[in-house]
């Protein structure tokens, strides 16, 4: 399997549940990204992970909570969400800085809140 | 302020028939790149093309070419030779100063549709 890789593609859970989301990537990148996209807004940054290590946490809820277990790997785990919080996640990843370096994404996780 | 403003929400273009899709950027980072990505109705956002802040001519890859006017601060995206696959949203994005990974910031985009 090539490319960024997230399941499930489509998530519905109520406001006291808890899910992940899951991110897998196979092409060798050292940095992976969460970003929600929620209608008729610009893509969000919500976190980001460098040689597995967080670097950016642009001021997500901590209802939201990510995990990079190995650069190929990376999980946002939901937990008492809103239903503002309905949007669709996509995961990206990227190789180091050496431009352009774009970001590879996945198809993306459609969640609804209810 | 937005720093990547796509001012048309919708484009529509016949076949076979070059468009343009606007894009302006504000940043005061003298080292920064642009990039067009493609998103089709099945969510996948698709690299088109990039844009280096520094790069003396303007970018081009295969039917897609981009129009960078460093002054006005612009980097418009032109598709010639439309198909109907094209019909997609399509997003403008930068990213600013250099580190080890690559944070990008989103443009609203602007959904095309290709007709027959």
């Known amino acids: 399997e090539t490319g960024v890789t997230q399941t499930p593609r489509h998530l519905v859970m109520g406001m006291t549940n808890k899910k992940s989301l899951k991110c897998e990537q196979h092409?060798?990148?050292?940095?992976m990204y969460w970003y929600k996209q929620s209608a008729k807004k610009p893509l969000e940054l919500m976190f980001v992970?460098?040689?597995?290590?967080?670097?950016e946490n642009n001021s997500v809820p901590s209802r939201f909570s990510p995990e990079c277990p190995n650069s190929s790997h990376l999980f946002l785990h939901l937990h008492t969400l809103q239903p503002e919080d309905s949007a669709l996640y996509l995961c990206?990843?990227?190789?180091?800085?050496?431009?352009?370096?774009?970001?590879?994404f996945g198809n993306g996780t459609r969640l609804t809140v209810t | 302020a937005q720093k990547i403003t796509q001012t048309q929400p919708g484009m529509f273009v016949q076949e076979k028939e070059a468009v343009t899709l606007d894009c302006t950027y504000d940043t005061s980072d003298p080292s920064y790149g642009l990039f067009w990505y493609k998103q089709p109705s099945s969510g996948e956002m698709i690299f088109l093309i990039y844009q280096g802040s520094y790069d003396q001519q303007n970018a081009t890859e295969g039917r897609y070419s981009l129009n960078f006017q460093k002054a006005r601060k612009s980097a418009n995206l032109v598709i010639s030779a439309s198909q109907l696959g094209d019909s997609a949203m399509y997003f403008c994005a930068m990213r600013e100063g250099r580190s080890g990974y690559s944070t990008l910031t989103f443009g609203k985009g602007t959904m095309l549709l290709v007709s027959p």
């Open positions: 992970y460098s040689l597995e290590e967080r670097v």
């Open positions: 990206a990843s990227s190789q180091g800085r050496n431009d352009p370096s774009p970001l590879h």
């Open positions: 092409l060798g990148h050292n940095a």
